[in-house]
T-cell receptor, first 115, second 109 residues
Framework: EAQVTQNPRYLITVTGKKLTVTCSQN?????MSWYRQDPGLGLRQIYY???????DKGDVPEGYKVSRKEKRNFPLILESPSPNQTSLYFC??????????????FGPGTRLTVT | RKEVEQDPGPFNVPEGATVAFNCTYS??????FFWYRQDCRKEPKLLMS???SGNEDGRFTAQLNRASQYISLLIRDSKLSDSATYLC??????????FGAGTRLFVKA
């Protein structure tokens, strides 16, 4: 089954404790992206990757790191989480369209709470 | 000004009604456009891509107006199952993606 998986689905942590949210896709997609979703703000892009070892900042990259060492995986790293990073996080993948990104497939989301 | 703007709603309509959503974008160089649907606390899923010529998929019709920089979504014969949040999505060239904040639709019996 074609899918994007994220782990963990739920996480409660404390300020400053490093964490990693994993994302994996089995569709051989070049493009992967991380978003956060907050009430009233919609989804905002954190980082995206066009292919292995190629990443770029989205609109809200501060406080986050990513890496793309393999095509299927795109982990999101919070080196020192803060309460303002409490949010719902989505990973997505996509093949290339005629003009950039085509349909994006989303993982089920990770609900992160930082106290 | 937000790069992609949508009326947040909510739109409350009876079953069988026709409802239309608009979305405006600010970057005239934007290249591809989509409507996604998101159910409460779930992941977004593609509803339809939006082409310059307009496109239709059953009860759903999407239009793009590049001159005025807006896209629209028309839902005919609304069903209870259409209740969701509808997200306007714009790719501003390459792989950068901007989502609108979403329009909530409630269809009631």
């Amino acid at each position: 089954e074609a899918q994007v998986t994220q782990n963990p689905r739920y996480l409660i942590t404390v300020t400053g404790k490093k964490l990693t949210v994993t994302c994996s896709q089995n569709m051989n997609h070049e493009y992967m992206s991380w978003y956060r979703q907050d009430p009233g703000l919609g989804l905002r892009q954190i980082y995206y990757s066009m292919n292995v070892e190629v990443t770029d900042k989205g609109d809200v990259p501060e406080g986050y790191k990513v890496s793309r060492k393999e095509k299927r995986n795109f982990p999101l790293i919070l080196e020192s989480p803060s309460p303002n990073q409490t949010s719902l996080y989505f990973c997505a993948s996509s093949g290339k369209g005629l003009a950039g990104v085509s349909e994006q497939y989303f993982g089920p989301g990770t609900r992160l709470t930082v106290t | 000004r937000k790069e992609v703007e949508q009326d947040p709603g909510p739109f409350n309509v009876p079953e069988g009604a026709t409802v239309a959503f608009n979305c405006t974008y600010s970057n005239s160089a934007s290249q591809s456009f989509f409507w996604y649907r998101q159910d409460c606390r779930k992941e977004p899923k593609l509803l339809m891509s939006v082409y310059s010529s307009g496109n239709e998929d059953g009860r759903f019709t999407a239009q793009l107006n590049r001159a005025s920089q807006y896209i629209s979504l028309l839902i005919r014969d609304s069903k209870l199952s259409d209740s969701a949040t509808y997200l306007c999505v714009v790719n501003t060239g390459g792989f950068k993606t901007i989502f609108g904040a979403g329009t909530r639709l409630f269809v009631k019996a």
